[in-house]
C-alpha cells in the first residue's frame, strides 16, 4: 500500500506530533536563609508582597513551573541548623507539607540559598568576624556563633551537601545599608545620595560578595556555589541612566534599612527566577495587583516595561563569569531552553531561545547535509520551510513573534523543538 503526500497530510502529521509533544514542567524546592531582604511583609489582608517567594510563585505560576519554599529568619551566623520553619506567605506554598517533619533531607529541596546582613559590608571583609567586630557578641572566644562571613556559609554548605548531595546552593547579593537622608528633601538631594549609593552597590559592596563567593568556592573547592547578583542589577535599572530611573526613591523603599516596597521584591524575584528556573521570567506577566493602591501596587513605568526589564536582568546575568568564562550565576549553560536541555544528550541545539530574529542550530559533527526546518505555529500550521546546506553556517532568520514548533530533519534524525520569539 502506498500513500500519497500532500501538503495537508504533512501539517495534519505534524500537528498530530506537536499535540502530544509534553514539555518539561520546572519544579522549583527552596530553603532559604534569610531576613527581610527576602520576606519584609506578606500581608494577606492589604495584599502586600514585599517578599520575593510570592512573586516567585505568581511567575513560575503563569510559566507552567512549580514553586515551593521554607526558610527562616535571622542573620548569618545565628541561623540554626538542623533547619526550623519560620515563613509563610500570600502566594508561595511550603515545601515541608508535613510540620511533623523535621528531616531536612527528605523534603527534596533543590536548592539552598543563603544571604547575610546588608550593613556589614563597609567595616568587615568576608573572612573577619562582622558580628565580633561590631560587637553584637559579647564573648568570641566560646560562643560558637563567633564565625566569619565565610565560615558562616560553610557551615551551611556542609550542612546540605550531607543531607542532599546533589543540592544547588546559592548566595544571594543583597542591596546594602542607605546611610543618607531618608527619605530625600529634595530631587538635587537624591540625585546625589542615590547616585553615591547606587555606585557603592555596584563597586565595593558587589566586589564584597564576588570575594565571599570566592572564599567560599577556596574552602570547599569540590562545590558549586553560584552567586544571585541582585544589588548591582537593581541599581544599572534605579540609577539616572537606568530604565527605572524616573521612579523616586520613597515609592521604591520605605526607610533607610533599607526596606522595599512591593516593586523592589518583584525585581528581586525576577532576577532570582531568571537564575533558579535557568530561563528568563513569562512574557507579558499578569499583574494581580490592579485594585490595590502605590505603594503596594507595582508601578507603571515597571508595568509598561516589563518584557525589556525581562530582557535587560537576562543579558546582564550573562556578565557574571570566573575568569574561565564558566557563570558565576547559572547551575546550567543559560544559553539553552528547557528543551535543549533535555536534547543535550542527542546535541540537536536551537538558541539563543527564546531569542529575537537570529538563531543558531547545532547538530551531532556527523550531520549529513542538507538538513530541513519545518516551523509550525501553536494550531500545527505549517509557517515556514528553511533548508539549510553549509555545516559551516547552520544560522537562520525568523522574524514572527510567538511560540512555535521547529521540526529539525536529516538522513539520521528528527527532532521537534520549542521555539519562543519574542
Same mark, same amino acid.
Given at each position: 500500500?502506498?500513500?500519497?503526500?500532500?501538503?495537508?497530510?504533512?501539517?495534519?502529521?505534524?500537528?498530530?506530533?506537536?499535540?502530544?509533544?509534553?514539555?518539561?514542567?520546572?519544579?522549583?524546592?527552596?530553603?532559604?536563609?534569610?531576613?527581610?531582604?527576602?520576606?519584609?511583609?506578606?500581608?494577606?489582608?492589604?495584599?502586600?508582597?514585599?517578599?520575593?517567594?510570592?512573586?516567585?510563585?505568581?511567575?513560575?505560576?503563569?510559566?507552567?513551573?512549580?514553586?515551593?519554599?521554607?526558610?527562616?529568619?535571622?542573620?548569618?551566623?545565628?541561623?540554626?541548623?538542623?533547619?526550623?520553619?519560620?515563613?509563610?506567605?500570600?502566594?508561595?506554598?511550603?515545601?515541608?507539607?508535613?510540620?511533623?517533619? *523535621?528531616?531536612?533531607?527528605?523534603?527534596?529541596?533543590?536548592?539552598?540559598?543563603?544571604?547575610?546582613?546588608?550593613?556589614?559590608?563597609?567595616?568587615?571583609?568576608?573572612?573577619?568576624?562582622?558580628?565580633?567586630?561590631?560587637?553584637?557578641?559579647?564573648?568570641?572566644?566560646?560562643?560558637?556563633?563567633?564565625?566569619?562571613?565565610?565560615?558562616?556559609?560553610?557551615?551551611?554548605?556542609?550542612?546540605?551537601?550531607?543531607?542532599?548531595?546533589?543540592?544547588?546552593?546559592?548566595?544571594?547579593?543583597?542591596?546594602?545599608?542607605?546611610?543618607?537622608?531618608?527619605?530625600? *528633601?529634595?530631587?538635587?538631594?537624591?540625585?546625589?545620595?542615590?547616585?553615591?549609593?547606587?555606585?557603592?552597590?555596584?563597586?565595593?559592596?558587589?566586589?564584597?560578595?564576588?570575594?565571599?563567593?570566592?572564599?567560599?568556592?577556596?574552602?570547599?573547592?569540590?562545590?558549586?556555589?553560584?552567586?544571585?547578583?541582585?544589588?548591582?542589577?537593581?541599581?544599572?535599572?534605579?540609577?539616572?541612566?537606568?530604565?527605572?530611573?524616573?521612579?523616586?526613591?520613597?515609592?521604591?523603599?520605605?526607610?533607610?534599612?533599607?526596606?522595599?516596597?512591593?516593586?523592589?521584591?518583584?525585581?528581586?524575584?525576577?532576577?532570582?527566577?531568571?537564575?533558579?528556573?535557568?530561563?528568563?521570567?513569562?512574557?507579558?506577566?499578569?499583574?494581580?495587583?490592579?485594585?490595590?493602591?502605590?505603594?503596594?501596587?507595582?508601578?507603571?513605568?515597571?508595568?509598561?516595561?516589563?518584557?525589556?526589564?525581562?530582557?535587560?536582568?537576562?543579558?546582564?546575568?550573562?556578565?557574571?563569569?570566573?575568569?574561565?568564562?564558566?557563570?558565576?550565576?547559572?547551575?546550567?549553560?543559560?544559553?539553552?531552553?528547557?528543551?535543549?536541555?533535555?536534547?543535550?544528550?542527542?546535541?540537536?541545539?536551537?538558541?539563543?531561545?527564546?531569542?529575537?530574529?537570529?538563531?543558531?542550530?547545532?547538530?551531532?559533527?556527523?550531520?549529513?547535509?542538507?538538513?530541513?526546518?519545518?516551523?509550525?505555529?501553536?494550531?500545527?500550521?505549517?509557517?515556514?520551510?528553511?533548508?539549510?546546506?553549509?555545516?559551516?553556517?547552520?544560522?537562520?532568520?525568523?522574524? /514572527? /513573534?510567538?511560540?512555535?514548533?521547529?521540526?529539525?530533519?536529516?538522513?539520521?534524525?528528527?527532532?521537534?523543538?520549542?521555539?519562543?520569539?519574542?
Amino acid at each position: 500500500m502506498t500513500y500519497k503526500i500532500t501538503p495537508s497530510f504533512f501539517i495534519g502529521c505534524f500537528l498530530f506530533v506537536v499535540t502530544n509533544t509534553s514539555f518539561a514542567q520546572l519544579s522549583n524546592r527552596s530553603y532559604i536563609f534569610g531576613h527581610s531582604l527576602v520576606n519584609h511583609s506578606a500581608d494577606q489582608t492589604t495584599q502586600n508582597r514585599s517578599n520575593i517567594p510570592d512573586w516567585l510563585h505568581l511567575l513560575a505560576e503563569q510559566a507552567g513551573n512549580d514553586y515551593a519554599v521554607d526558610g527562616q529568619f535571622n542573620f548569618l551566623p545565628f541561623q540554626q541548623l538542623p533547619p526550623i520553619y519560620h515563613w509563610s506567605f500570600i502566594d508561595a506554598q511550603r515545601a515541608r507539607t508535613d510540620e511533623s517533619n *523535621t528531616d531536612f533531607g527528605s523534603i527534596d529541596y533543590d536548592n539552598v540559598i543563603v544571604t547575610l546582613a546588608n550593613f556589614i559590608q563597609p567595616s568587615s571583609a568576608p573572612s573577619d568576624n562582622a558580628f565580633c567586630d561590631q560587637q553584637y557578641i559579647n564573648n568570641c572566644n566560646e560562643d560558637p556563633n563567633a564565625l566569619s562571613s565565610v565560615e558562616a556559609v560553610v557551615r551551611i554548605l556542609d550542612f546540605a551537601r550531607q543531607e542532599e548531595p546533589t543540592i544547588d546552593f546559592y548566595i544571594y547579593e543583597n542591596w546594602p545599608e542607605f546611610y543618607g537622608t531618608f527619605p530625600p *528633601t529634595s530631587d538635587e538631594e537624591e540625585a546625589t545620595e542615590f547616585g553615591a549609593f547606587y555606585d557603592y552597590t555596584r563597586g565595593d559592596f558587589h566586589n564584597w560578595w564576588i570575594d565571599l563567593q570566592d572564599e567560599v568556592l577556596a574552602a570547599r573547592p569540590d562545590s558549586n556555589v553560584k552567586l544571585i547578583p541582585v544589588g548591582p542589577i537593581l541599581a544599572d535599572l534605579f540609577s539616572d541612566t537606568g530604565i527605572l530611573a524616573d521612579i523616586p526613591a520613597a515609592t521604591l523603599y520605605e526607610d533607610a534599612a533599607p526596606h522595599g516596597y512591593p516593586v523592589v521584591y518583584f525585581l528581586t524575584a525576577l532576577i532570582h527566577y531568571s537564575v533558579l528556573y535557568g530561563e528568563q521570567p513569562p512574557a507579558d506577566f499578569q499583574f494581580p495587583d490592579e485594585n490595590l493602591a502605590a505603594p503596594i501596587r507595582i508601578p507603571d513605568l515597571v508595568k509598561n516595561n516589563y518584557n525589556t526589564i525581562v530582557s535587560y536582568i537576562w543579558d546582564r546575568l550573562q556578565d557574571y563569569t570566573f575568569a574561565s568564562g564558566e557563570s558565576r550565576v547559572f547551575v546550567n549553560d543559560p544559553t539553552l531552553s528547557v528543551d535543549e536541555l533535555s536534547l543535550q544528550q542527542e546535541k540537536i541545539l536551537l538558541y539563543p531561545n527564546p531569542g529575537s530574529e537570529r538563531f543558531m542550530l547545532r547538530v551531532p559533527q556527523n550531520t549529513a547535509f542538507p538538513i530541513s526546518l519545518h516551523i509550525v505555529n501553536t494550531l500545527g500550521q505549517l509557517v515556514e520551510n528553511i533548508s539549510i546546506t553549509d555545516p559551516q553556517l547552520t544560522e537562520f532568520r525568523f522574524n /514572527k /513573534k510567538g511560540t512555535f514548533f521547529v521540526n529539525v530533519q536529516g538522513e539520521q534524525f528528527s527532532d521537534t523543538i520549542k521555539m519562543v520569539v519574542q
